[in-house]
């Protein structure tokens, strides 16, 4: 059998469409990218802004249209959202979850056999789930109304999920969860299970998604710094440059707790952050201040959403919506203004040593991800570098159409038994 998944939004769909992957592939089937082509199609929806939404509206409406023999699965946010009912559409199955478990019918199935000059780009990344769900109710997110009750997955199956990627040449792996700080099972925190992975003997790195700022301990903050192998980036969402917005979108702390935060991390720890722009209630002060957040050069990367209304929250009810238009150039300034925010920052790596795994090889350059999590790309010569680590000498800022990042040349390989 052939299948196909689409996937929308975060990491945690990412991980649960691999996850159906890898199930799949294990019984004998064919993952495909073209729709046409499949038996079995999967789309796991998101619903956290209503452009996500209504994306994977249309990923449902073309599935359904170009492939009728097809049996489509609709999983992920969108199917709990107010004002879809995707259980009354015709020829769809709808799960909100347990859809590995439905997948286990595909088992007896015949097995399809891979065409000869199957792609050998190996996969060096794995997203482990570690936690899912959210009960914090920010006021603009739609998140704890579609997502199942905030649990924590048992820290053996991470292990062993782990040691077995490890022998299958998996060299980076990514904690996520919709709230992976919360994480706790049976008295483990986050801080144990990041002591439980390190004591994995093996040549990897350990990413931190994304986490709440109020979660970050002091704790953790040591134990990344003294672990070589824990990357030196976190992604800590701000949403937003100030206090009366902060209190507005019911976050859990203030610009000074933030602050604070950033001066513990300062040099040490890359932070990337998540903001909202146009928020409801967002003056031109507040814009302002968010525009000097911006500049500040204490963030390498924002990731800035327009604010979007979602029927059910809190926040779609508060008065003083921002016009398109204002949105519109919001946004614009923001965007502006970030990326000579990235270069400006880039730029400070002139001359360091930046510890790279590269993960692939493409028109005479090796290309991978800092530490840091920096683009960095490498001219191809001397010594073969695919799938290792490697330390690199930055020497300048690259832009193209997709990211900036680093250029760098090869200094030599990391001996990962000094890690130990
Ligand atoms: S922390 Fe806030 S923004 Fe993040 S998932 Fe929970 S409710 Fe949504």
């Given at each position: 059998m052939k299948f196909h998944i689409t996937t929308l939004g975060c990491k945690v769909n990412q991980y649960e469409s691999e996850q159906a992957k890898d199930l799949l592939v294990s019984y004998g089937h064919l993952y495909t990218k073209n729709i046409e082509q499949a038996t079995l199609v999967i789309i796991n929806t998101c619903s956290v802004t209503h452009i996500a939404d209504r994306k994977s509206r249309q990923q449902i409406s073309k599935a359904l249209h170009i492939n009728e023999k097809a049996r489509i699965i609709v999983t992920g946010c969108t199917i709990e959202n107010k004002g879809f009912d995707a259980r009354s559409i015709p020829g769809l199955m709808v799960l909100k979850d347990n859809l590995l478990k439905e997948l286990e019918?595909?088992?007896s199935l015949p097995q399809e056999v891979p065409p000869a000059e199957t792609s050998n780009k190996r996969n060096i990344r794995k997203m482990i789930m570690i936690q899912n769900g959210c009960n914090y109710y920010c006021s603009y997110c739609i998140i704890p109304y579609v997502r199942s009750k905030k649990y924590s997955i048992n820290p053996e199956q991470i292990i062993e999920k782990i040691s077995k990627s490890l022998d299958s040449g998996i060299k980076e792996f990514v904690l996520t969860g919709i709230n992976l700080g919360t994480y706790d099972y049976a008295e483990a925190s986050l801080l144990d299970l990041l002591k439980r992975i390190m004591q994995i003997k093996g040549e990897f790195r350990l990413r931190i998604s994304s986490i709440e700022p109020n979660l970050v301990s002091d704790e953790i903050i040591e134990y990344i710094l003294e672990n070589p192998r824990i990357a030196k980036h976190l992604h800590i969402?701000?949403?937003?440059?100030?206090d009366s917005l902060l209190s507005k979108m019911n976050r859990k702390y203030t610009i000074d707790n933030y602050n604070d935060l950033l001066d513990k991390l300062q040099n040490k720890i890359v932070v990337t952050t998540d903001l909202i722009i146009g928020f409801p209630g967002e003056t031109q002060d507040d814009f302002a201040q968010t525009i000097r957040l911006i500049s500040s050069n204490k963030f390498m990367d924002f990731h800035l959403f327009p604010y979007s209304k979602r029927v059910g929250t809190k926040a779609s009810e508060i008065t003083g919506h921002i016009s398109s238009e204002n949105m519109k150039e919001r946004m614009k300034q923001a965007l502006v203004e970030n990326v000579s925010n990235r270069s400006n920052y880039l730029s400070c790596y002139k001359g360091e040593i930046l510890e790279v795994l590269v993960e692939q090889e493409k028109d005479g350059h090796y290309y991978g991800f800092s530490d840091e999590y920096i683009k960095v790309k490498i001219q191809k010569k001397g010594p073969e570098l695919i799938y290792k680590f490697i330390k690199v000498r930055a020497y300048d800022v690259f832009e193209d159409t997709k990211a900036s990042g680093i250029l760098g040349e090869f200094v030599e390989l990391i001996a990962f038994a000094d890690y130990k």
């Open positions: 019918q595909f088992s969402p701000i949403q937003a440059a100030t």
